[in-house]
């Protein structure tokens, strides 16, 4: 499996790094080994001085397809969860002014920990979809699917024309406003509505 993340997806979280707005999305990748499953601790890299939580609905692919329509593009995700994308933001500061891909800034080991998946079935419609990740019992972050640039659908449609999609192959769709910096001894709690989904541990 591999895992694609759609960056800059989310206009409030564009202003608050002052990056640009996309006209297409901004795509990266994480390795395998970047995921974190089943509640494991994330241990603080000694590489990085500046990591970032990035809260994230993840869709999960059910099947294969390339060149994917955007009208079929539904067919190809049956499940939702929820991930966080670490980012060691000091790391992807120095890449970006050199001009340098930064992609040890995003794909380091453990810097994706995930959720269970859920059937998108429960939810009424994809475009309203709130999801949320509190640090120590406070609030950081909120996100609905509504405030999407580009919403699921497309992102896969967009994605098929480069990649070929796999079952098992993962989507982080990106990041609401409200990201920071982790510390450790910090808890940190994702819910999709008011369901915990996800709990993750700094060590």
Known sequence: ????AIGRNYAEHIKELN??????????????????????NFYYPDYSNDIHHEIELVLK??????????KFAHKYYEE???GIDFTARDLQQKAKEKGLPWAIAKGFDGSAPISNFVS??????????????????????NGNTGMMLFNFNY??????????????DLIFTG????????AIGQKLEGYIEDEKMLEVHIK
């Open 120 to 141: 998108i079935d429960k939810f009424k419609g994809l475009n309203n979809i709130n999801f949320s990740l509190q640090v120590d019992g406070e609030v950081k972050q």
């Open 61 to 70: 692919i059910c099947k294969v397809g390339k060149n994917i329509d955007e």
């Open 155 to 168: 992102m896969i449609s967009y994605l098929s024309k480069f990649f070929t999609l796999k079952k098992g």
């Open 19 to 40: 990056n640009e707005k996309p006209d297409e999305p901004v795509i990266f990748t994480k390795p395998d080994s970047a995921l974190l499953k089943n509640g494991a």
């Open 80 to 82: 939702i969860g929820l």
């Open 175 to 182: 990041t609401p406003k409200g990201v920071g910096p982790i």
């Open 1 to 4: 499996m591999k895992i694609l």
